[in-house]
């Protein structure tokens, strides 16, 4: 089957770094996707990983090891308007276009 | 360039109602993806769409739900005969191909009372 793995919640403080990690099981493999979701609104994109090791963009950067199907997504000096859901999403699957999604993980950042 | 627009942004139907939801894709883009989301939970991919073309609709419901994205116009998601679990927001999500990232409209958010 399909699963893809996240934490449901963590909590992290403003000017500190989190990591948000993401397991998955697909029957196929064409790329892992990170989005930020806020409250209501739609999700954004953050980063795509299709080979092993580590993207940096800025203050996010995201991590891939396929052979152990592990990703996972850092935020470093948080603001507080980094608190938001993170999914994580693999392209995968019977169908190569198809995205599956983790529940997301839900970020709140304190002062 | 204008991005993903959907519309309504928030619909209420009563239960046996049909709902109609559009989404026009960015410029330039002839991939649609269309999203349910329920609240406090994840993204479920319901069809694949390219113009004029189902690609993949494993994740549709088998009865009461149909897609289509005609050569002119909008996307659209329609729902018959709407029962109060049909209640979700309904994202649309476009592409320029099938291997790009791909950019979110801000949903519908269809209530059924």
């Known amino acids: 089957g399909q699963n893809i793995d996240q934490p449901t919640e963590m909590t992290a403080t403003e000017g500190a770094i989190v990591q948000i990690n993401c397991t998955y099981q697909t029957s196929g493999f064409n790329g892992l996707f990170w989005y930020q979701q806020h409250a209501g609104e739609a999700p954004t994109f953050l980063s795509y990983?299709?080979l092993d090791g580590l993207e940096e963009k800025g203050r996010f950067s995201s991590f891939l090891s396929r052979s152990k199907g592990y990703s996972y997504l850092s935020l470093k000096e948080l603001l507080m308007k980094d608190s938001a859901s993170y999914l994580c999403a693999v392209r995968g699957g019977a169908s190569n276009y198809q995205l599956i999604w983790g529940a997301g993980t839900k970020l709140i950042i304190k002062p | 360039n204008a991005g993903v627009m959907q519309n309504p942004r928030h619909l209420v139907r009563r239960r046996g109602q049909e709902a109609r939801l559009r989404c026009s894709p960015m410029k330039g883009h002839s991939h649609v993806y269309w999203y349910r989301q329920l609240p406090e939970e994840g993204l479920k991919f319901m069809v694949y769409l390219q113009k004029e073309n189902i690609i993949d609709e494993s994740g549709m419901p088998k009865e009461r739900f149909s897609a289509e994205f005609p050569k002119e116009g909008p996307s659209i998601l329609r729902i018959q005969q709407v029962v109060r679990g049909d209640s979700a927001a309904y994202f649309c999500?476009?592409?320029?191909?099938?291997?790009?990232?791909?950019?979110f409209g801000q949903g519908t958010r269809l209530t059924v009372v």
């Open positions: 990983n299709v």
């Open positions: 999500a476009s592409s320029r191909d099938g291997g790009t990232e791909a950019f």
